[in-house]
């Protein structure tokens, strides 16, 4: 089924850079003092022969680029994608000059090689990611030939040998390539699921807007009725005594035309109802035609069914009119309309401990590949009549309805359903909620305005 493409919710800024300058700042500062520790206790209290002018210049040199950078940008920054390449790429190499002074594969720190890679995976994309896994994997390689030795005081060199040197150079490898796949993917899942919850929050919020105006309107239009009726009345009774005087006639009959315009102008945008104690609560036939209501035109015909599952012993169900509810189920109902072929039919079934709601349309039904997968955000893969989805839509509707306590379960038209099998095609979604999670008391009469709630 389709989805909502992210970029129509999400706002610019979720999608430009993500990496805080002060992050790989920290990151540096925090690698350096271990650096700088490393080789003065290496080179005092162990007693090895290092080249300590060299290397503390090695490690200068990264307090510079440290200091460079935090000038050059502010504390707030966040770091393009090529600026953050570029500095995750000085302290691939600046480590790899490090590892070269003190041994290369030798010295058993060369596994640090491997955290500059994972920060990679974990903030860049892949194709930085790729470029830096295999820059590191030339540097390991090199470094597994060419380095300074380390030695004792007495003039023992440290080696390890072939076998020992080959199975350390195979562990960074495959350490190396795991360990950035693993971070790639977690923060990849992660950024999509929070990409679709604040998407989610966001079509929430934007339904939520929308009701509340029209709540306003036509408490508006209510509460204005009255002294617009009074001043329709009184013009109309001028009008009959300003029959000899055509000018106030004239404007006695206008006066009574604006009125009635302001009525009908306020009658027409009040249409959605009102932020009204009896209007918060409606039959669900009423909250399923308003949440079908903005597709009922783009040339699909859509089908109601109302039936009670025990034989009309249980009375419709009463609900509350949530935004959730709304626009979750409108959200089932469009995808329905976009890859039906001619209808689409939305199925009402209700008993006293449950309420059961079906969007069915005549499509070509969920492709096979992706039917286990609905539901969570991002499906690139789904691609039916020419429209490329990203699963966004559905993730919406489904997080929105779970919210009102409903479960969902997606499917198509060959297979069964809950409580009968379905005969009709195409695509099913599936809407199961337990009646007392929704269910509204019934008002009998209008009651008072409410004013309407942040």
């Known amino acids: 089924m389709p989805t909502q493409p992210t970029r129509t919710l999400l706002p610019p800024e979720t999608t430009g850079p993500r990496v805080r300058i002060v992050t790989l700042v920290n990151l540096r500062w925090l690698a350096l003092l271990g650096q700088a520790v490393a080789v003065i206790v290496v080179g005092t209290v162990l007693s090895l022969t290092l080249e300590i002018g060299l290397c503390l210049l090695v490690i200068g040199a990264g307090m510079v680029a440290n200091l460079t950078t935090m000038i050059a940008y502010p504390a707030t920054a966040r770091l393009t994608e090529r600026a953050a390449f570029g500095i995750i790429t000085f302290d691939l190499v600046q480590l790899a000059a490090l590892l070269f002074l003190t041994g290369g594969l030798h010295n058993p720190f060369a596994l640090l090689i491997l955290a500059p890679v994972t920060i990679s995976a974990t903030a860049l994309s892949l194709r930085s990611t790729l470029s830096h896994a295999a820059l590191a994997a030339i540097l390991v390689s090199l470094l597994a030939r060419y380095n300074l030795p380390l030695r004792l005081s007495d003039g023992t060199t440290l080696l390890l040998s072939d076998l020992q040197m080959v199975g350390f150079w195979l562990a960074i490898l495959f350490g190396m390539l795991f360990l950035s796949s ?15 919850l604040f998407a989610t929050q966001t079509a929430l919020a934007r339904e939520q807007k ?6 306003v309107v036509a408490a508006a239009a209510h509460e204005l009725g009255t002294p617009l009726a009074t001043i329709k009345l009184v013009s109309s009774e001028l009008a009959e005594e300003l029959q000899g005087s055509p000018d106030l006639l004239d404007d006695a009959k206008l006066i009574r035309e604006q009125a009635d315009r302001c009525r009908d102008i306020l009658r027409s945008m009040g249409r959605a109802g009102k932020s009204d104690q009896h209007l918060r609560a409606a039959p669900l036939e009423a909250v399923l035609r308003e949440a079908a209501e903005p597709h009922e035109g783009r040339g699909t015909t859509i089908h109601y069914d109302l039936a009670s599952l025990d034989g009309g012993v249980s009375r419709r169900p009463f609900v509350r009119r949530s935004p959730e509810i709304i626009h979750g189920l409108r959200n089932l109902i469009q995808n329905a309309v976009d890859f039906a072929a001619n209808e689409v039919w939305i ?7 449950e309420i059961v709601v079906r969007v069915l349309d005549d499509g070509p039904g969920y492709p096979p590949d992706v039917l286990h997968r609905l539901g969570s955000p991002f499906v690139r893969t789904r691609r039916r009549r020419g429209y490329d989805g990203m699963g966004l839509g559905l993730f919406i509707a489904k997080t929105l309805l779970e919210r009102t306590g409903a479960s969902i379960d997606f499917r198509n038209g060959s297979q069964s ?18 009646r007392a999670a929704i269910a509204a008391p019934e008002t009998g009469s209008l009651g008072e305005n409410l004013p309407i709630m942040p």
């Open 210 to 215: 929308l009701h509340d105006l029209g709540g």
């Open 182 to 196: 693993f971070a790639f993917r977690l923060r990849r899942e992660t950024q999509r699921m929070s990409d679709a």
């Open 417 to 434: 359903g809950r409580h009968r099998p379905r005969t009709r095609g195409g695509a099913i979604a599936e809407v199961v909620w337990p």
């Open 347 to 353: 199925d009402l079934r209700w008993s006293e401990g």
